[in-house]
């Protein structure tokens, strides 16, 4: 068993289940599962995963052609569904499932489309799921901030929260998109929002001030500025700098995704290098910190952010396909299918910078595993990357195909850390939970949920470093994925699949407050959005499995 | 002022087009309604209207005639027609909420059949062209705040979607246009429309000549010179000038309707639409929005594509979903006479549909589900009526540009009439029980 939150690595261990939870012990009545000789680990927690909403179904209509050759036939317990970059709901469920995964974050939704995204979730079978509301851009956030109104932008992300049903605060290009709706793109942190006397410094560091008034369990989930810019890991690091001290000092305040997209050192695109080095080393003298990888993938897949500066750019940079999608008062998307090439330079560069991100960043708690799905790749690439992270010799395989200029550039063909099955069950669940602040998940203490994920692989027979592909083979297809204490998944098939739950948070702030910011938000509103504030909220009711997390302001 | 029994409610979503105004006052006392107010004339035509021409039991034809029928016969003999039919449609959708859809959805996938919804003659070329370019669109709130150019080519918003204007175009109020001199309209058409009327700038364009003026719009946005005097019957002066508007504007959306996705070439309008707002990018800031018709035919695209990966025309037969418009759509398969069931829902397809199609959906069984009494409910096997999505009963549809509302109801449907999404539960629980002996 790995169970690193509660200091479990590789022990021989006995799991009892009830009703739903882990608990001290069962009856002799009690079904057995023997998974003697296989790794069991707390269920997978995603922090982040396109996977629910406007833009990711806008990908879906776009790419008939990713759906074709991927497709899941109807069965008497599982619905009919495609993929392959973009899979659909019940598909995306299943397949995490067979990963061993059970829980999953959608981080990017736009306010006003929230309802949306929701619906999907609501589609999507057996994981527990939320999902991340975007702020970053959003006209009442930058206009309370810009105000000096803290307190009063507090109450009103309390209320949009409630409203959207969301999770945590998801910030994109802070500024950077607002300028994109003028086709205006920002450069760094320090520049001016259009018709907005802000900067994206000081709408990161406002909304970081309000998570911490706000006491939600995850920190600000951050986009950085400048994916589009080629040389871009200086912004990286200042963005984590932008609020350092802002914190209380026994956790992170800032967590910032998809580190590699905004990685890179270089002037041109025949210069670009790995700003991984520079950006682990930020990151291990700074714990107020939290990063996940956002590896890439050699494969044809689908781009898809709030980000529309920079999907514009890549449109421009590839000639594909260019969806965009701006939304009035609060964001933008774009979606652009591309594939990452292993002769590409610039891909085999990226490729490298998220590997040695995670390498050399000390702390695996701190650090995650992601491919920003669908972004850098797909989730059910994971086992492969897990194997990258777990074997120099399967990086050096991979090492071996990619453009040779990238390789001699990079670092990673020097660094020999290999990842334990502990660091992995770290950085796949117990770590991200923990970062979530979900404290029933990401372990397998008494009080968790029993979500359980065992692999058919005996870590004291194999060694990952030698025998990744027995690695992969094993993390790809779950022995046996359980759920909230269902069997759901037997040896890679799905066996029973029920619904889980949608987690959002309630943070209540003063009644004074609460109703002075929704007074003032009645008058804006009407002027800013083109629906009545009457119909945009939703009702607890509309989620099909509400779980509402209670938390208590500082105001 | 509102006695014991009569109610005011405010901020009643219309389910009529793809503009879902949400602002419509409506009055009802005794279940019925009195008035609806802030609407368009079509808005509160559909709430004053809605009970005439209106069946209030299931009809099941027998011996050629349709008599009145109960419920529960109704939901077995749908289920028996449909789990013994070989090839059968499920046909509408948009005009219900997406709860319905995603019920229409499963019992396609449980009877293997095909799942086709109105874009199939409406926008279903915009879906296509889509999928070949992209498409660079927002909310219709950033048309409202932002826009100083307005297009509206081959769409009549005045008939077809009365409010858009006022709501989110020329006569809108937004953040940095508040004025309707701040912003310049103009209308491409055929003819000269009552939108036209409305617009700074009217642009006839010959009947089935939009590709080549479209062609030639991105030749001048491109700075090409154009060799010829006349395109589609506009100078080329006019075609010069209005790129040049288009090129120098802050913000300019472009609107377009069935003038581009039923005349000539069809999605390849569509096509050259996309790429020239995709062009213009380059130099300004452009977005463009198809004018999605009924009230939830967004909603419907959607719920299909994130269950099957398809927005429409997605066939089930072999137990995975298949997208092949031409192949997998409605019409063509009425036309090919493959279909031995159909299902009609939030649409009147004997309405709409050519001749042949409709000659032979009628030698097939029917099963149609609505609202109101139409020639489609005539040619069918059995009838259900059903009560409104967004007078009766609630659900979620999904404005023109992928908004997602909530309706609610503001009278109780009458008694006995079920929900879109009631009927289709039922079916599909009897059609289960059919297909696995249980």
């Not at chain 2, 039919?85 to 499963?106: D, F």
Request: hydrophobic share 35%.
């Amino acid at each position: 068993m790995y169970d690193p939150l509660n200091r479990i690595e590789g022990e021989k261990a006995d799991i009892s289940i009830r009703d739903g939870k882990v608990v001290e012990g069962v009856s002799d009545g009690a079904t057995i599962i023997d998974a003697s000789g296989m790794i069991v680990m707390p269920g997978g927690v995603d922090i982040h995963s396109h996977i629910a909403g406007a833009k990711v179904n806008a990908g879906r209509i776009l790419r008939p052609e990713d759906h074709e050759k991927d497709v899941e036939k109807h069965t008497s317990i599982t619905r009919a569904g495609t993929g392959h970059s973009i899979p659909t709901t019940y598909t995306t469920g299943y397949r995490y499932a067979k990963l061993g995964y059970t829980t999953v974050f959608e981080p990017a939704t736009p306010l006003m489309k929230t309802r949306h995204t929701h619906e999907e979730l609501d589609d999507t079978p057996i994981v527990d799921k939320g999902c991340f509301p975007l702020f970053g851009n959003d006209w009442h956030t930058i206009e309370y901030l810009q105000q000096g109104r803290v307190e009063e932008c507090a109450a009103y992300i309390a209320w949009m929260l409630r409203a959207t049903k969301g999770y945590a605060i998801k910030i994109v290009n802070p500024g950077g998109v607002e300028a994109w709706k003028w086709g205006r793109s920002l450069v760094g942190l320090d520049d001016r929002v259009p018709n907005f006397e802000l900067t994206p410094r000081e709408i990161i560091r406002g909304i970081c001030k309000v998570n911490q008034l706000l006491h939600l369990p995850h920190t600000i989930h951050v986009h950085t500025n400048d994916l589009a810019k080629i040389g871009n890991y200086q912004t990286t690091i200042d963005t984590m700098d932008s609020v350092r001290g802002l914190g209380n000092e026994n956790k992170p305040s800032i967590h910032i995704t998809h580190v590699q997209f905004t990685g890179r050192t270089g002037s041109a695109w025949h210069n670009v290098g790995s700003g991984a080095p520079e950006i682990a080393d930020y990151v291990n003298k700074h714990d107020h910190v939290t990063v996940d990888m956002g590896q890439i993938v050699f494969m044809n897949t689908t781009t898809m952010t709030a980000d529309g500066a920079f999907q514009y750019m890549l449109y421009q940079l590839s000639g594909n396909k260019w969806l965009n999608s701006d939304v009035e008062v609060e964001t933008g998307s774009g979606v652009v299918p591309y594939r990452y090439r292993r002769n590409n330079y610039v891909n085999a560069i990226q490729w490298g910078i998220g590997l040695e991100l995670a390498l050399l960043i000390k702390d695996p708690w701190r650090v995650y595993m992601t491919t920003d799905h669908p972004n850098g790749g797909d989730f059910t690439k994971y086992p492969k990357i897990i194997s990258w992270l777990m074997s120099r010799k399967a990086r050096e395989k991979s090492l071996a195909r990619i453009n040779r200029i990238a390789r001699n550039k990079l670092d990673l063909p020097d660094l020999d850390r290999e990842y334990s099955f502990s660091e992995i069950a770290v950085v796949t669940r117990a770590g991200t939970a923990k970062a979530l602040g979900l404290k029933e998940k990401g372990h397998l203490g008494v009080g968790a949920d029993a979500d359980v994920a065992v692999y058919n692989i005996d870590p004291r027979k194999v060694d990952p470093s030698r025998d990744f592909r027995l690695v992969r083979k094993a993390l790809k297809k779950a022995a046996f994925t359980i759920k909230g204490g269902r069997i759901v998944v037997k040896n890679g098939e799905m066996v029973e699949t029920p619904m889980g739950r949608t987690y959002w948070v309630d943070s209540s702030v003063s009644e004074g407050l609460r109703s002075k910011v929704e007074s003032d938000l009645r008058t804006t509103f009407t002027k800013y959005y083109s629906v009545q504030m009457d119909n945009y909220a939703m009702a607890d009711s509309e989620l099909a499995h509400s779980s509402r997390i209670n938390v208590k302001a500082d105001v | 002022m509102t006695t014991l029994s009569k109610k005011i409610i405010s901020n009643v979503v219309c389910p009529f087009c793809g503009s879902t105004c949400d602002d419509l006052e409506v009055t009802v006392e005794d279940g019925k309604v009195l008035t609806a107010r802030s609407g368009c004339s079509s808005s509160s035509s559909k709430f004053l209207s809605c009970n005439i021409e209106r069946p209030l039991t299931p009809f099941i034809r027998k011996d050629g005639e349709l008599r009145e029928a109960s419920y529960e016969d109704a939901v077995h003999r749908s289920a028996e027609i449909l789990a013994n039919a070989k090839y059968p449609v499920l046909y509408g959708w948009g005009s219900t909420c997406n709860e319905a859809v995603r019920a229409g959805l499963e019992l396609t996938e449980w009877v293997g059949g095909v799942i086709d919804n109105t874009a199939t003659f409406c926008h279903g070329p915009s879906l296509l062209a889509s999928q070949e370019v992209g498409m660079s669109t927002g909310t219709l709130g950033e048309a409202m705040h932002q826009a100083d150019l307005i297009i509206y080519w081959g769409s009549n918003p005045v008939h077809s979607h009365p409010h858009h204007i006022m709501r989110y175009s020329a006569l809108s109020k937004g953040r940095f246009r508040s004025s309707r001199k701040e912003r310049r309209m103009v209308v491409v058409d055929v003819r000269r429309t009552d939108s036209a009327k409305l617009a700074d700038q009217f642009i006839q364009v010959t009947p089935n000549g939009d590709y080549e003026l479209l062609c030639a719009l991105r030749m001048a946005v491109r700075g090409d010179e154009l060799e010829q005097n006349v395109v589609a019957g506009v100078p080329a002066e006019r075609i010069e000038e209005l790129a040049e508007l288009m090129i120098s504007c802050e913000f300019g959306v472009l609107f377009f309707g069935l003038g581009l996705t039923a005349s000539e070439g069809r999605h390849r309008n569509v096509d050259v639409a996309l790429s020239l707002v995709r062009d213009l990018n380059a130099r300004t800031k452009f977005l463009i929005f198809p004018m999605r018709g009924h009230f939830d035919i967004t909603g419907a695209c959607q719920v299909s594509a994130w269950i099957t990966g398809f927005p429409y025309g997605v066939d089930m037969s072999q137990g995975y979903p298949r997208y092949n418009p031409g192949d997998t759509t409605m019409i063509d398969i009425l036309a090919r006479k493959d279909c031995d069931a159909a299902v009609v829902i939030g649409a009147d397809a004997a309405s709409n549909f050519p001749a042949k199609a409709t000659r032979n959906l009628a030698k097939i069984p029917v099963i149609s589900i609505d609202p109101h009494s139409s020639p489609t409910a005539l040619i069918s096997e059995v009838v259900f009526p059903s009560s409104f999505v967004g007078i009766e009963t609630g659900g979620v549809i999904y404005r023109m540009d992928g908004v997602a509302i909530m309706t609610k109801p503001v009278i109780p449907p009458p008694p006995g009439v079920h929900s879109d999404v009631e009927i289709l539960q039922d079916i599909l629980s009897h059609v289960k029980k059919l297909k696995t002996g249980q």
